[in-house]
């Protein structure tokens, strides 16, 4: 089962209606921005929420100081692909899970970022929405861009990852649809699978270690505590 | 002739109308098909909606084997048909019909 870790839910009365398309085309869990509560949160037949924080803002300082505020409460931590500056910082920091291409604006992923990016394993998220809203030119341009930037990515071995960015629940698709949008964009047919399937699915775990109470740091677990003498 | 190898699809359109019939649904296909691909693509498809359920959104494509990628593809990428929003879901692949309903 996977996970699609780019919803859009605005309204959290509408979070149903993501969740009941979410269970009908296979998904196990959702990640989205604009919800209250526990960074991993579980619905009926253990249907995973997530709660997602994408941050986005002019100045480095400003992206850090939202960075140190969310991360602590969210599973997912997203800056969107800005300046260089901004894009070299998150990319190293192993705080940010992921560098989210917008399509509307001209920042593309550099060789050098994404070569940072794979070192300190954050994935480049693509989402696959702007290709359902747009048709003929604009589209062709969008899709120009993704397969640009996910050519980068995978030359530099930096994770690529799939979701479908949706803002309305019938703008989710399955992980088989999403898996052909990805060859769509260049990527291989395994490549693709993993994208959509199995990274997300790591990343998440990931992070569910790091929120667990054994956690220390990154290879640091405590496996049995001792006694006081 | 060398026969032309078949492939058939079954899927899902998931939609917040019940009233989108199977002509509406080939159309949208074949012009997502068209603009994605082009129109030799398109035509060496050989595109044919099988059958379609309104009501339950069940249905099955026929295509050649070679352009089945594309056409799933194509269909993926339909955001909307008329003013209904949808979102086809690709459910299994056969080289018959039988195959598909096993």
Not at chain 1, 43 to 59: C, Q, T
Not at chain 1, 169 to 182: E, N, V
Not at chain 1, 189 to 196: K, L, M, Q, T
Not at chain 1, 198 to 203: E, G
């Amino acid at each position: 089962m996977a996970i699609d870790i780019g919803v859009c839910v605005s309204d959290t009365k509408e979070l149903e209606s993501f969740v009941q398309i979410a269970q009908k085309i296979g998904f196990s869990g959702i990640a989205t921005p604009n919800i209250e509560g526990k960074p991993d949160q579980h619905f009926e037949n253990e249907f995973s929420i997530l709660k997602r924080a994408d941050v986005f803002g002019r100045g480095l300082k400003s992206i850090r100081k939202q960075v140190d505020s969310v991360r602590k409460h969210s599973m997912i931590v997203s800056v969107k692909l800005t300046s260089v500056e901004i894009m070299n910082w998150a990319a190293e920091d192993q705080r940010v899970d992921l560098l989210t291409l917008d399509h509307s604006h001209e920042y593309r992923l550099r060789d050098s970022t994404a070569r940072l990016a794979a070192t300190s394993d954050t994935a480049l998220e693509i989402r696959i929405e702007p290709l359902l809203l747009l048709a003929g030119l604009n589209r062709s341009k969008v899709i120009k861009v993704y397969r640009e930037t996910i050519r980068t990515a995978i030359d530099s071995e930096m994770q690529v990852i799939l979701s479908s960015g949706a803002s309305h629940p019938l703008h989710m698709r399955s992980a088989r649809a999403i898996r052909y949008l990805g060859e769509l964009l260049g990527m291989g047919s395994n490549y693709a699978e993993n994208a959509i399937n199995q990274a997300p699915l790591d990343l998440v775990e990931r992070n569910r270690r790091r929120f667990s109470s054994e956690y220390v740091a990154e290879g640091v677990e405590i496996l049995q505590k001792g006694t006081e003498k | 002739m060398k026969k032309t190898r078949r492939r058939y699809l079954s899927f899902l359109l998931h939609s917040d109308d019940s009233k989108l019939d199977d002509k509406q649904l080939g159309m949208a296909i074949w012009k997502n098909l068209l603009s994605l691909y082009g129109e030799v693509s398109a035509a060496d498809s050989k595109l044919y909606l099988v059958e379609f359920d309104e009501k339950s959104g069940a249905g099955i494509l026929q295509c050649t084997a070679s352009s089945l990628n594309e056409v799933i593809t194509s269909a993926v990428l339909i955001g909307s048909i008329g003013k209904s929003l949808v979102s086809f879901e690709p459910k299994k692949t056969s080289g018959t019909i039988k195959g598909l309903k096993r």
